[in-house]
């Protein structure tokens, strides 16, 4: 990965196109995620983390590249959030769509992930490399950029900036089509099933990934070639989802009401559960048996 090399190069911001899952969609997918921590992942993790007033986990970290993407010292990583790619072939690949707007190849949210794994794999394997990584930062960029690549419309197309450009009415309030993915869907599932309760949301979810997902999770944690991560494939269901499901009778103009609502939460629900579950298998992976990190 070139990622660090060229990370001295000021990048263009696309600010529209660098939204993500809401501060929800975050907390939820790490929160889901935490509950499948193998023990080794839970010591390193606590080993990482800030300190924290409150003793929260992982997921009250999972929005800080968020927050710190618009700072000019950070602004580098706001390209890291989503992958473009071309209109309507509804496909993504590597070494196609991997680019910034400057065709860097490895900056786009697939790289990164793949950048985050190798820096906290290495540094497990090779005490000398920890020097040039700052491992919490890593943690928390690569638990952050999971759940972006499983929202479909962070993995889709360029033209009209992963549907940042497609305004559409949620109901009877104006949005755009990316923002009503980020968070409207999550927003009126929780004032709508969940009374406006997020804990109440998540535990759903992981009553779901007890019964009716259980047969589908060996699935979704595998990696082929035994590979720690691999966000390509995520990448490659996202744009599909994204062609089925998010751009579907979503043009401009468009009011989406029930009917849309109604048959796109469950397409949110299993995204946010399979990003859970896969920040757990690759973490687990990096994690577990495998030497101690050196000075944790
Ligand atoms: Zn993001």
């Known amino acids: 990965m070139r990622l660090w090399i060229v990370s001295v190069l000021v990048l263009t911001h696309l600010v529209l196109g660098a939204l993500c899952w809401g501060k929800d969609g975050h907390y939820t997918v790490c929160k889901l995620a935490e509950g499948f921590f193998e023990d080794d992942t839970i010591a390193a993790v606590k080993k990482l983390l800030p300190e924290s007033v409150d003793g929260g986990g ?15 010292q950070w602004q580098w990583t706001s390209t890291l959030h989503y992958v473009n790619t071309p209109e309507y072939r509804c496909n993504y690949e590597y070494c196609r769509d991997c680019h910034d707007t400057h065709k860097h190849k490895d900056w786009c949210v697939t790289g990164a992930i793949f950048n985050y794994t190798n820096q906290l794999m290495s540094a497990s394997e090779n005490s000398q490399n920890i020097v040039h990584y700052n491992l ?51 927003d009126s599932a929780l004032e709508t099933y969940y009374n406006s309760s997020l804990p109440h949301m998540i535990q759903a979810l992981q009553a779901k990934l007890k019964n009716g997902w259980s047969n589908d999770v060996p699935s979704w944690k595998s ?11 995520y990448a490659s269901e996202s744009i599909d989802l994204a062609c089925k499901y998010a751009y579907r009778n979503a043009t401009p103009g468009t009011t989406l009401g029930d009917e849309y609502f109604l048959s796109r939460l469950p397409v949110v629900e299993k995204r946010l559960a ?6 757990a298998a690759t973490l687990n992976r990096i994690f ?9």
């Open 58 to 72: 992982l997921a009250d970290f999972c929005s800080w590249p968020d927050e710190i993407k618009k700072l000019s």
């Open 136 to 186: 919490t930062e890593a943690l928390l960029f690569l638990s952050h950029y999971m759940g972006d690549v499983h929202q479909p419309l962070h993995t889709a197309f360029l033209g009209d900036l992963g549907g940042n450009t497609i305004i559409v009415n949620w109901y009877h309030n104006k949005s755009n089509l990316h923002h009503v993915w980020d968070n409207m869907i999550i």
């Open 274 to 279: 399979q990003g859970g579950i896969r920040l």
């Open 288 to 296: 577990s048996a495998k030497p101690k990190l050196a000075g944790l």
């Open 223 to 233: 990696c082929h070639f035994h590979q720690k991560a691999c966000p390509n494939l």
